[in-house]
């Protein structure tokens, strides 16, 4: 049995069109746009800023997004023409499944869980941190930020909004021990409902979301502009010799590591702000429900990326500016723009908690576009006989995956509820940049195995915009720590598993072969 075998183009052409049974077209151009940036804006703007700048990248985190959106604009690029070329579910996975091969297929496949379930629920959980910092006041965010563990002002006990691998402890010294973070699942519940009624519906409460953080980041970065200290944007990279800095649990932090200062430093935080456009090739697994996909699934991919990239560097411009990187080592952490808000820009602390906002609704608009795209990629799978049915029988009314929704609410709710986020680590980018190097690497062999073949959108400068995405991306996932590579290759093993037990076993490709 071969584990290359392929689904031709007109097969999938078909499937397209048989959209009488299949999922309903309801998304124009500029719903898919909102899409991207609901699902890009989120916490890779609002905590991986700070992160990269202030532990690699320092006030050239502005480069470091730069880099990632190169890197993103390559694979988008030949995102946009799969996307108007084979308009249905399935992203990478289904790109892949008609120019490498089913095991491949399947491979990109297990990975995009990384992208969209675990991140789902890695920033369900920080949605339940935001939730609380909110409803307990800008002093606890402050506290937060300090690294302090007083937490009996926190306005949802500790025990109820945290996993049971999770303690705290009291200025009394009573220790906390965490059991279940309901905020997460609760959150993971109202959404995976929304998708099930639809994604019509689920659009237009995502535009609203995208209306609300894209204005309040537009009022952080003209205000903030007033406070920028030219003093903190110089050095501009990190020096060698730059000084340690003391981190919250009393250790030094040292930039001297080759990874943590100067142009190896710009690339490490590359990798780091990658996460910060994690969504925008989750366009791609709505093309099926797109109207006009042809024409309107490049402009979802290639202007949500280009809005996203220009109000990256324009925010991360601000707020090294505001405060310097050297704070969000030993202090702003996760909570860095209501940090700066706080101690740089006190006559607007009424800003922080308009920030908090902004979050909640980024994070909300995150969970909600990726439980989608898994949704839909799981879909696809099924379809082929690689999952189980259940993962692509629509609701008779909605016409949407809901036993899927259903089941991977379920499944990512088990990880907000009960895993702290910090498992996660950097698996979701990896995973990411992997399916994207596949994806460059479709295009090509696509070109020359199909050159005929009709392409509503064109990828330019083949070869050379996709080898320039393979270097980009596979630079990024290099410059990952060992650990995340390790996890990740030990994920990739069991998928493996999965694949010879199950999958090919019962692929509909099974009887042509």
């Known amino acids: 049995m071969s584990l290359i075998r392929k689904k031709s183009l007109d ?11 299949g999922l309903k077209r309801t998304l124009g151009a500029w719903s898919l746009v909102a899409l991207g940036i609901g699902a890009i804006i989120g916490a890779g703007l609002f905590v991986r800023t700070a992160a990269a700048a202030g532990e690699h990248a320092g006030n050239a985190v502005t480069i470091s997004f730069i ?28 790109y892949a499944y008609a120019t490498m091969g089913e095991i491949v297929a399947w491979i990109i496949g297990w990975a995009l869980i990384l992208e969209y379930a675990l991140g789902a629920a890695t920033v369900s959980i920080a949605w339940s941190e935001y939730l609380n910092n909110l409803l307990s006041g800008s002093d606890v965010i402050d506290q937060i930020s300090r690294g302090a563990k007083d937490v009996s002002s926190l306005a949802i006990p500790y025990q109820w909004c945290h996993s049971p691998f999770e303690s705290a402890k009291l200025l009394d010294g009573t220790l906390l021990h965490g059991m279940i973070n309901f905020p997460a699942i609760f959150i993971l519940l109202c959404l995976s409902l929304l998708l099930i009624r639809g994604t019509q519906e689920s659009a237009k409460v995502n535009a609203v979301i995208v209306f609300v953080k894209v204005g309040i980041v537009l009022l952080f970065i003209a205000i903030g502009w007033q406070y920028i200290n030219p003093a903190n944007h110089t050095p501009y990279f990190i020096p060698e010799n730059a000084p340690p800095v003391l981190q919250t649990d009393g250790s030094l932090y040292s930039y001297s590591p080759t990874f943590n200062h100067g142009w190896w430093g710009v690339l490490r935080g590359a990798a780091v702000v990658f996460f910060a456009f994690i969504g925008f090739d989750a366009v791609s697994t709505a093309a099926q429900e797109a109207k006009n996909p042809k024409r309107d699934m490049p402009i979802g991919i290639l ?3 280009a809005i996203c990239t220009f109000l990256y560097v324009i925010f991360s411009h ?13 202090a702003g952490k996760e909570a860095s723009v209501s940090y700066a808000v706080q101690h ?9 908690n308009l920030v908090s906002i902004a979050i909640l609704a980024g994070f909300s608009s995150v969970i909600l576009v990726m439980l989608l795209g898994q949704s839909r990629v799981f879909f696809s799978m099924a379809n082929d006989g690689l999952l189980p049915r259940v993962f692509s029988e629509l609701h008779p009314r909605f016409r949407t995956p809901w036993k899927s929704n259903i089941i991977l609410f379920v499944f990512v709710g088990f990880f907000g509820g009960f895993i ?29 195995s199909d050159p005929e073949r009709v392409r509503p959108f064109r990828t330019p400068l083949v070869p050379l915009v996709p080898i320039l995405g393979i270097l980009v991306c596979s630079a990024m996932i290099v410059s990952l720590d060992r ?13 493996l598993i999965v694949f010879f037990l199950y999958s090919r076993h019962n692929s509909k490709l099974k009887p042509l072969q």
């Open 11 to 21: 097969h999938l052409m078909g499937e397209a069109d048989g959209s009488e049974k």
């Open 67 to 94: 880099i990632a959106a190169v890197g993103c604009l390559f694979a988008g690029l030949c995102y946009a023409e799969f996307a108007s070329m084979i308009p249905i579910a399935g992203s990478a996975y289904t």
């Open 303 to 305: 202007v949500s990326l």
């Open 318 to 330: 601000v707020l090294t500016g505001v405060a310097p990187y050297t704070d969000f080592v030993k």
């Open 344 to 352: 740089y820009m006190h006559e607007y602390l009424w800003l922080a």
């Open 420 to 448: 702290p986020g910090s498992v996660a680590g950097d698996l979701t980018s990896i995973g990411t940049l992997f399916a994207f190097v596949l994806v460059c690497v479709g295009i090509m062999i696509l070109r020359k």
């Open 483 to 495: 650990t995340t590579l390790i996890t990740a290759a030990a994920w990739m093993a069991v998928g």
